[in-house]
Structures are given as structure tokens and as C-alpha cells.
């Protein structure tokens, strides 16, 4: 209901709340300050790829039929 409300993008863009906690748990509050570079790694990787998917799920927005 929300996709039909708000339109797909909109409501794609919201799944990103997660992605917005994360950076905000690293950088506030230093929750990983102490781990190994491995860590640093794979977070950064996990990061790129919640992006990517957020934006590859409002891109195809545009192409949903809306019959």
C-alpha cells in the first residue's frame, strides 16, 4: 500500500533507514572503534551494497507498469 501511496521510489528509499543507522553507529558512536581491518572491510563492502540496492530498486521505479 505504501508503493501505491508514495510511489515505489518513495517507498524504496525508506528501506534505507537501516543503512542510515549503521553510519551513524560507526561514526557516533564508535561501535566498531576497536575491531580489525577485516571488519572495517566487509562493513564498508556491506555499505556499498545496501546502497546499490536501494538504488537500483528506485531506478527501475520509472519502468513498473501502473495498470
Do not use: C, I, N
Not at 13 to 32: H, K, M
Not at 37 to 48: D, P
Request: aromatic share 14%; no cysteine; proline share 1%.
Amino acid at each position: 500500500m505504501g508503493g501505491q501511496a508514495a510511489g515505489y521510489a518513495a517507498a524504496d528509499a525508506v528501506q534505507a533507514l537501516p543503512l542510515v543507522s549503521t553510519f551513524w553507529g560507526v561514526l557516533l558512536f564508535g561501535e566498531y572503534r576497536k575491531s580489525s581491518r577485516k571488519t572495517y572491510v566487509l562493513l564498508g563492502f556491506m555499505l556499498f551494497m545496501f546502497v546499490a540496492a536501494v538504488a537500483v530498486l528506485m531506478a527501475s521505479s520509472g519502468h513498473r507498469s501502473t495498470e
